[in-house]
């Protein structure tokens, strides 16, 4: 089988863009990663994209198809599916940007070893993800369509992007003072949510879903720091050392309420005393996928081609924490 990675921000998405430095770490970090556990196995064809700023990044052992400055992306991603069976994406739900490339694959009839855009259409979206999660009974954290009238007074508020990645475009504002500063920033209110800040535990869960079940790979913790009311995410301990029962039955009814999750998710939380929070839900690789392979003694790319053939299998649990850094 020939498979075609493409992870947007290092792949050309940017080309002739000046380069989000707050994603490109995370992007080579998950690429280098997933490249490094498909080229194990000897069976597969690895082809992938790169941005022209990072063709040193990688050597002979895959087909590598340069991006050059000014190239058009979408037609050389096209272009690229024509000689490959199969398609990997690791995108960015902003614009639709996740949910576009995997609309082209499924129409080209290749194999997409990622979500279904139905399923993508159904999680980036933060205001209608928090809808499914709420109407299926799922703790998650209440949720409103910003707008200029939306109240602050005393009570810390975060604000994010409807389809922002990561900690991109989340804000806290501690004042209607603040919040009236920030929001005038805006060109479009509502393409931004409001939500109550939750104190607790950042953790994330790196799962495998298909056919409306789900197998819980690992829970992370999320190093989170306040910088000029902007959250940043400095790295996560991958495999962190927890009672794993409770996650996987939160991700049981996760799999049942979002049936066409496929393959590998990631899903951000908040640990509050005994209750799981749901925040969102990245129906993607996240940066965690780069620390399970040595956390895990696992092939993580192995285990979502199996899903091609078979149904989901239990992962033998394992005490080794590793850290991705991404200060």
């Known amino acids: 089988m020939k498979i075609l990675i493409f992870e947007y921000i290092c792949g050309g998405g940017f ?8 994603l490109v770490q995370e992007g080579l970090l998950m690429l280098n990663a997933l490249v490094n556990d498909l080229t194990i196995l000897e069976e597969y064809s690895i082809t992938t994209l790169v941005d022209w700023r990072f063709l040193n990044n990688f050597d ?56 279904p855009s139905l399923a993508i259409a159904q999680t980036a979206d933060k205001w209608q993800s928090y809808q499914y999660l709420f109407s299926h009974q799922i703790p998650t ?7 200029k009238n939306s109240l602050v007074n005393s009570q810390q508020k975060v604000i994010k992007a409807r389809d922002g990645i990561g900690c991109e475009n989340n804000f806290i504002v501690n004042s209607q003072e603040e919040f009236i500063s920030l929001i005038t920033q805006f060109e479009q209110p509502n393409d931004y949510i409001i939500q109550p ?83 969102e839900i990245n ?12 956390a895990l003694g696992i092939n993580v790319a192995a285990e ?18 590793v850290l991705v850094n991404l200060s």
């Open 15 to 22: 080309c002739s863009e000046t380069l989000p430095n707050t």
């Open 60 to 115: 002979s052992s895959i087909e590598i198809i340069p991006v050059e400055k000014e190239t058009n992306i979408l037609a050389t991603f096209k272009s690229a599916l024509r000689f490959v069976d199969a398609v990997w994406l690791i995108a960015p739900e902003t614009e639709q940007i996740l949910f576009n490339f995997s609309q082209i694959a499924e129409s080209s009839n290749k194999i997409l070893l990622s979500s």
């Open 141 to 147: 954290v209440t949720t409103a369509i910003l707008t």
């Open 197 to 279: 800040f939750i104190e607790g535990k950042n953790l994330s869960i790196s799962a495998l879903f298909k056919q409306g079940k789900a197998q819980l790979l690992c829970v992370n913790h999320q190093q989170i720091e306040i910088i000029n009311q902007q959250f940043k995410l400095l790295g996560c301990e991958v495999n962190y050392q927890i009672e794993l029962a409770p996650f996987q039955r939160l991700l049981n009814q996760i799999a049942m309420a979002f049936p066409k999750l496929w393959g590998y998710v990631g899903i951000d939380l908040i640990q509050q005393a005994q209750q799981l929070i749901v925040l």
């Open 283 to 294: 129906p993607r690789l996240t940066s965690s996928y780069a620390g399970i392979n040595s």
């Open 304 to 321: 979502v081609l199996k899903l091609l053939e078979f149904d989901l299998e239990a992962i033998p649990p394992s005490n080794h924490s």
